[in-house]
């Protein structure tokens, strides 16, 4: 069973930062896509970063600029840095990845547990 391991959340004022860290553990051929998603209350689950295995990022306009994605591919972890940090911003964010258990395998997915960001004013 393959799961994704968050931590880094918390309560922060606004402009501040915080590090987001996930680690995907089980059995993993390889990771194609790992990444970060938020959701706010009342509102639909939408992407904030993610990184492909073969290299480049994306980023949701809203946070271009003040968020940073990397991740170790040896280790399978993803982290997200958080900078100038806006009350906008909280939500639960959620790790992500696309992945294979053998070489053999289809492609699947797996959400992690949550971690609650909120961002005082």
């Known amino acids: 069973q393959v799961e994704l391991v968050e931590s880094g959340g918390g309560l922060v004022q606004a402009g501040g930062s915080l590090r987001l860290s996930c680690a995907a553990t089980?059995?993993?051929?390889?990771?194609?896509?790992m990444g970060w998603y938020r959701q706010a209350p009342g509102k639909q689950r939408e992407l904030v970063a993610n990184?492909?295995?073969?290299?480049?990022?994306n980023y949701a306009d809203s946070v271009k600029g003040r968020f940073t994605i990397s991740r170790d591919n040896a280790k399978n972890t993803v982290v997200l840095q958080m900078n100038s940090l806006k009350p906008e911003d909280s939500a639960v964010y959620y790790c992500?990845?696309?992945?294979?258990?053998?070489?053999?395998?289809?492609?699947?997915?797996?959400w992690g547990q949550g971690t609650l960001v909120t961002v005082s004013s």
């Open positions: 992500h990845a696309n992945y294979r258990r053998r070489i053999n395998s289809g492609w699947q997915e797996v």
């Open positions: 089980g059995t993993i051929f390889s990771i194609h896509t």
């Open positions: 990184i492909p295995v073969v290299g480049g990022t």
